[in-house]
């Protein structure tokens, strides 16, 4: 006897939501991308049988279709895409809802709903299936493939109960908790700082699963705050035990056979000047007058690949750090101390081995002759910028001569640049006072003198000689590229650029955004916004116009500067690819042969990755003490400027402290505020109360939130 065939269970309208039915739909037509269901084919395949369902079918379909999410064929049967599209690219989780994927193989980011990333997080490498898009609307799409985590171990504070435990990740881009068993806690205790490794997230799971590796400290120590920045963006806490010793094998002894090699110039007039916490000197300047009134001006820099020879272990460490990383409290160096601070450190009154570029020039500025090799130097005086500051400033002191003449000369080195077309753009930076527990107890801003100013100039003189050297060379020896590195800026965006121009016509200022006049057209807008309430915002945007600086093996010249060749020669302590180029440079100067551009141009991509961890983890460092400080003044009143709008929030950059925190467009229960995109604002739907970028606002710390490095503020009257 045969046994009978249950009936399939009619599935009930309320056990399914219009979104579920949707990714089930998607998930079915993208199954099977050739076929095209019809509705009963369709209902069938989703086990949709009673007219509750059915009719909660046709809604759906009927939606996905205007959205042009789906396509209909024929009469009634309706196929994923009229194509498949699929591209690859970088996940960026912008908030709980929605990511954007960065891909170069599109125009535009194609956004994702944080339901279909499918387990994906931020900076994934991920396959996704892109779905048709209306015209003038964003492109959707879903994941369709990790190809590549990211990372796959967060920071983040320890919450621990009785029968599980959570660890809420410092990333604000990592928006699901991850879920710890007790037997992997690795001994940590609650609100503890902890590093912890994902093991698992099946598509089932609302949460990661993970295990404690490492723990940092407790929640809201300095130290176990800062070694949480460090850990989150991947930087070394030290320096492995053989490199130390390899650095301390180093001899410190000058042979007179390197002297013999080198151009001797110990007994002209040498200075330092740098910041007054400043432990390393990687570039000084020397000065002496020539006849007919010129001067000698030498920029001299450490040499050290003298020290730090290619292939050692020293290097590959170098390489592999590309950079020193500043952070309020402390520096993550590229070098061991023995080599930063000590042996190639220009410290005064030793005799130190240099790299140096020396000038010959005019009361103008020009400059007659140049001259690029090894050198040995004397320095006569370390000068702070304070210390410098005052010399030019009195006329007084030992060296005033010197550095009065040094700074008419940069002047006119600025003002030349300027001429032709540099962007003067001068942004504001904050240092913090510090106790010796490293709680801030002062937020104060870096002022730029005419000292700070005076290196700089000589510097981007050195940077740009020396990559105009190569075009020289390059012309010499009848080669068309010259392999080498430099430091390029591209130009602005013209999209970016014109959504700015028509910005700041709001405030009455003009923007000229054609190629030829873009740099002059900025430079006088800066001039006409400098001490108007809407000067530091639209400074800010403008910047964020430009494209970011990088570095490569093609000469495209740097945009900013003005400059049609431009390099990083001056500070190979603290930057790889100054001693890329330091390299290149010797080789070139001794007459050999071509460097293989391949290899360095992925050593300069590694760089341009490198440098801007850095500056993500510096700005980290900088917001939680920005953070820490806005603790201690809660429930204050403050004057603030709105320097961002988004759809869940308003930023205010408070004026007298420079922090920014945010008013939550959930939090303002006044009316229902609509975001207005386009125009850098929001307006309230019932009362028309306009919320714009650049404008003035009172506003109160409500919370303040050190673990995601956050400030909530609120809207006074």
Not at 38 to 44: P, R, T
Not at 297 to 313: L, N, P, Q, R, W
Not at 512 to 533: A, F, H, W, Y
Request: glycine content about 6%; aromatic content about 8%.
């Amino acid at each position: 006897m045969s046994k009978k065939k249950k009936p399939k269970e009619k599935a009930k309208a309320t056990d399914i939501s219009p979104q579920l039915l949707e990714k089930n739909i998607q998930k079915l037509l993208s199954d099977n991308p050739t076929k095209a269901f019809n509705f009963k084919e369709m209902s069938a395949q989703l086990n949709l049988l009673d007219k509750p369902s059915k009719r909660l079918l046709t809604e759906v379909l009927l939606d996905m279709e205007t959205g042009e999410r789906i396509f209909k064929v024929g009469r009634n049967s309706y196929k994923t895409s009229l194509e498949q599209v699929y591209i690859t690219g970088n996940v960026d989780h912008v908030n709980p809802r929605t990511a954007f994927i960065v891909s170069a193989e599109t125009e535009t980011d194609v956004m994702v709903k944080a339901e279909n990333l499918n387990g994906a997080l931020d900076g994934d490498t991920v396959k996704v299936l892109v779905y048709h898009q209306l015209k003038q609307k964003r492109a959707e799409g879903e994941v369709a493939e990790i190809i590549k985590r990211g990372r796959s171990s967060f920071v983040g504070k320890l919450e621990l109960s009785p029968r599980y435990a959570f660890v809420v990740a410092d990333n604000r881009k990592m928006h699901q908790d991850i879920f710890i068993k007790l037997g992997d806690l690795n001994g940590a205790k609650h609100n503890d700082k902890v590093i912890v490794e994902i093991t698992e997230w099946s598509e089932k799971a609302k949460n990661p699963t993970g295990k404690v590796t490492d723990i940092l400290g407790k929640a809201g120590d300095n130290e176990a705050e800062i070694h949480s920045i460090m850990a989150e963006f991947g930087l070394p806490f030290k320096f492995p035990e053989n490199l130390e010793k390899a650095a301390e094998k180093i001899s410190d002894t000058i042979s007179e056979e390197e002297i013999k090699n080198r151009r001797d110039m110990r007994d002209i007039i040498t200075l330092t000047i740098d910041p007054e916490d400043a432990k390393d000197f990687d570039d000084a300047i020397s000065f002496r007058k020539l006849e007919k009134g010129f001067y000698e001006i030498g920029v001299h820099i450490a040499d050290v690949t003298h020290y730090v020879k290619e292939g050692s272990i020293l290097d590959q460490e170098a390489f592999d750090r590309a950079t020193s990383v500043y952070l309020v409290d402390r520096t993550v160096p590229m070098l061991p101390e023995r080599l930063s601070n000590n042996l190639c450190s220009l410290r005064p009154e030793e005799d130190k081995l240099t790299f140096s570029a020396v000038f010959e020039m005019d009361t103008d500025g020009q400059v007659h002759k140049q001259w690029f090799g090894r050198t040995i130097i004397h320095s006569n005086r370390r000068f702070t910028y304070e210390e410098a500051q005052e010399r030019i400033e009195s006329l007084e002191g030992d060296f005033a001569k010197e550095l009065t003449l040094l700074n008419e000369l940069a002047l006119k080195l600025r003002v030349e640049r300027f001429r032709h077309g540099a962007i003067n753009f001068e942004t504001t930076e904050v240092k913090f006072k510090l106790d010796e527990n490293g709680k801030p107890l002062g937020i104060i801003p870096k002022v730029r003198k005419d000292a700070h100013k005076l290196v700089e100039d000589f510097m981007l003189l050195a940077n740009k000689k020396v990559a105009e050297h190569i075009s020289t060379l390059e012309k010499k020896r009848k080669v068309k590229n010259l392999t080498f590195v430099y430091r390029t800026h591209d130009h602005p965006d013209p999209e970016k650029l014109s959504d700015f121009a028509l910005f700041a016509r709001k405030f009455g200022h003009n923007l000229n955004t054609e190629q030829d006049g873009i740099s002059r057209s900025l430079n006088t807008l800066i001039d006409n916004i400098e001490g108007k309430p809407e000067g530091n915002i639209l400074q800010s945007l403008a910047i964020r116009t430009m494209a970011k600086a990088k570095y490569t093996t093609e000469s495209k010249g740097h945009f900013g500067l003005a400059f049609s060749h431009y390099t990083h020669f001056t500070s190979p302590i603290r930057r790889y690819p100054d001693m890329m180029v330091h390299r290149l440079l010797q080789q070139y100067l001794d007459g050999g042969k071509n460097a293989e551009q391949e290899d360095y141009e992925k050593q300069c991509m590694h760089a341009s990755e490198r440098e801007k961890r850095a500056a993500d983890a510096e700005r980290a460092s900088i917001k939680y003490k920005q953070v820490e400080f806005m603790q201690l003044v809660e429930d204050k009143d403050f004057e603030g400027i709105v320097s961002g709008v988004t759809e869940w929030g308003i930023f205010v950059e408070i004026i007298q402290t420079k922090c920014e925190g945010m008013v939550r467009m959930a939090d303002m229960n006044d009316d229902y505020y609509e975001f207005d995109e386009k125009n850098y604002r929001v307006i309230g739907k019932r009362n028309k109360k306009m919320i714009a970028l650049g404008d003035k606002v009172n506003v109160r710390v409500v919370n303040t939130d050190i673990d995601r490095r956050t400030i909530d503020l609120e809207f006074i009257k």
